[in-house]
């Protein structure tokens, strides 16, 4: 996964705001991330249905 994301991490859509979104193929999780300058900064793993809310204020 890590190794798509780095590939290409403008594939990813836009989850809110900046936040970009990016699904596990396997497990019900995604990861939040943001492309800061010309690197990517992955802000939190979550579960695609718990907690809605979760790792949204982290910049």
Do not use: Q
Request: net charge positive.
């Amino acid at each position: 996964m890590k190794d798509r994301i780095a590939a290409n991490p403008t594939r990813f859509g836009f989850f809110k705001d900046d936040l970009r979104r990016a699904r596990l193929r396997t497990f019900r999780h995604h990861f939040l991330f943001r492309i800061v300058e010309a690197e990517v900064r992955v802000l939190v793993l979550r579960h695609n249905r718990r907690h809605p809310e979760f790792g949204l204020t982290r910049r």
